[in-house]
């Protein structure tokens, strides 16, 4: 798939990620890696595969809830996934980032959340409380286990974003959560213990910036926060060492 990443990168119009699909779909596995962060917007046409009725769960630093356009982009792809009717619901765990500050929040699918179709379980130490589920450090496993309990029996797709892990776990294109590659481990096996993962993807690594069109460029690097210093050979040291840790427990392997 690597031809279609510049096309793809960040944002793309609506025919050309139909054009894609159209071309990936028959190839297509239950779990996918794939690569950066850039593409997290593809999760919501990995959902398409799956059409009986689930639970969709994201560990991601961002909520991706933005109701702005572009309509295909990273930032706002869970509302592509709430617009197919056999997503019931999705929760996304491990938010952090100043999406959830004011003004920034105004752009957000709050609607999604008062409706309980969108759960927001983000961290405390940054946010504080607000229209979403706060979770600590000492006390989000037992918040999570309690949100796997009541997943029991159901399938349940999951997306796990690298930049949900802190600064040391993953090297990613975006800022990065409070969670250890441990951490995400865990709560995937925990998910597993109650609820049938029937498919998921991975992504979120560090991967240098390509393009295939100005705006589509200028946009980018006005919305990606500068992160200097980052070469590609360490940055596959560190998320091949997240993946390790993180994929066997995603797929059941």
């Given at each position: 798939?690597?031809?279609?990443?510049?096309?793809?990168?960040?944002?793309?119009?609506?025919?050309?990620?139909?054009?894609?699909?159209?071309?990936?779909?028959?190839?297509?596995?239950?779990?996918?890696?794939?690569?950066?962060?850039?593409?997290?917007?593809?999760?919501?046409?990995?959902?398409?595969?799956?059409?009986?009725?689930?639970?969709?769960?994201?560990?991601?630093?961002?909520?991706?809830?933005?109701?702005?356009?572009?309509?295909?982009?990273?930032?706002?792809?869970?509302?592509?996934?709430?617009e197919l009717?056999?997503?019931?619901?999705?929760?996304?765990?491990?938010?952090?980032?100043?999406?959830?500050?004011?003004?920034?929040?105004?752009?957000?699918?709050?609607?999604?959340?008062?409706?309980?179709?969108?759960?927001?379980?983000?961290w405390e130490?940054?946010?504080?409380?607000?229209?979403?589920?706060?979770?600590?450090?000492?006390?989000?496993?037992?918040?999570?286990?309690?949100?796997?309990?009541?997943?029991?029996?159901?399938?349940?797709?999951?997306?796990?974003?690298?930049?949900?892990?802190?600064?040391?776990?993953?090297?990613?294109?975006?800022?990065?959560?409070?969670?250890?590659?441990?951490?995400?481990?865990?709560?995937?096996?925990?998910?597993?213990?109650?609820?049938?993962?029937?498919?998921?993807?991975?992504?979120?690594?560090?991967?240098?910036?390509?393009?295939?069109?100005?705006?589509?460029?200028?946009?980018?690097g006005f919305?990606?926060?500068?992160?200097?210093?980052?070469?590609?050979?360490?940055?596959?040291?560190?998320?091949?060492?997240?993946?390790?840790?993180?994929?066997?427990?995603?797929?059941?392997?």
């Amino acid at each position: 798939m690597r031809e279609w990443g510049a096309k793809l990168r960040f944002t793309a119009p609506s025919a050309l990620m139909e054009e894609f699909y159209r071309e990936v779909s028959p190839e297509l596995q239950n779990f996918i890696l794939s690569g950066s962060g850039d593409f997290h917007h593809l999760s919501a046409l990995w959902l398409r595969r799956f059409p009986r009725p689930l639970t969709l769960v994201s560990f991601d630093n961002h909520p991706d809830w933005d109701r702005r356009p572009p309509r295909w982009s990273c930032g706002g792809w869970i509302n592509r996934a709430l617009e197919l009717e056999h997503v019931q619901r999705a929760a996304v765990w491990g938010c952090g980032n100043f999406e959830l500050k004011w003004p920034n929040r105004i752009f957000g699918n709050r609607a999604a959340v008062r409706s309980g179709r969108l759960q927001l379980f983000a961290w405390e130490e940054r946010y504080g409380a607000g229209d979403w589920s706060a979770i600590r450090r000492e006390n989000w496993k037992k918040q999570f286990e309690t949100f796997a309990g009541g997943l029991r029996e159901e399938d349940v797709y999951v997306t796990v974003d690298l930049d949900c892990l802190a600064s040391g776990d993953s090297v990613t294109q975006w800022e990065q959560g409070l969670f250890t590659a441990g951490d995400a481990a865990w709560a995937l096996k925990t998910l597993r213990s109650s609820a049938r993962i029937v498919g998921g993807d991975l992504c979120g690594a560090w991967s240098p910036p390509v393009h295939a069109r100005r705006t589509q460029a200028f946009v980018s690097g006005f919305d990606h926060p500068k992160i200097p210093g980052i070469t590609l050979a360490k940055a596959q040291e560190v998320n091949v060492r997240a993946f390790r840790t993180i994929w066997p427990a995603l797929t059941g392997a």
